[in-house]
């Protein structure tokens, strides 16, 4: 069965300051991977996604993430954080065989300091 | 615009009532979806459909219902069997349910018992 580990449950870091969010993956089979963010009280919003090809995927708001599949990670990166990218972060994952259901991670808080 | 709306933004349940939560969209979607979020589990998948008239149990379906009338709507009751359905409840869809296909949140649900 697939699952998926956000390695950090929170993420401080100073405004302008390069952030990376953890995620990696456990599959018998290939996947799809995704990044969702949440700001407050309001539904999750997809950053970018891994389907196929390059294993750089760039994202909305300058996050890019990679897809290393000999570690079965998907981290996500941004070089320089705003204010406004305070949010919780989502990592999920999908099988290419079925029509399946998206495995969701516990969830990634980044929290940015002024 | 298209997207997804889930109404009440906020609801109080009494105990031994039966609440139930809409959710509309107007993207033309094949598939819903509805999760659970609770703080630091991320979401879990209580029930989704495929098709009109079809739906199938996700991870925690007990002590819920839904039904699935008409492609647009995808409502979900909460049964006084559900002894602990304090919690943020997110509406998804997708154009089907291959993997591949990211999900489209609504803002969410947030239930309270009184």
Redesign the interface.
Known sequence: AQSVTQLD?QVPVFEEAPVELRCNYSSSVS??L?W?VQYP??????LL?Y?SGSTLVKGINGFEAEFNKSQTSFHLRKPSVHISDTAEY?CAV?????????I????TRLSIRP | DGGITQSPKYLFRKEGQNVTLSCEQNLNHDAMYWYRQDPGQGLRLIYYSQIVNDFQKGDIAEGYSVSREKKESFPLTVTSAQKNPTAFYLCASSIDLFGGQPQHFGDGTRLSIL
């Open positions: 449950s996947v799809y995704f969702y009280n309001q539904g999750l919003q997809l996604k389907l989502f999908t099988e290419y065989s079925s029509a399946s259901k998206i969701f991670g516990s969830g």
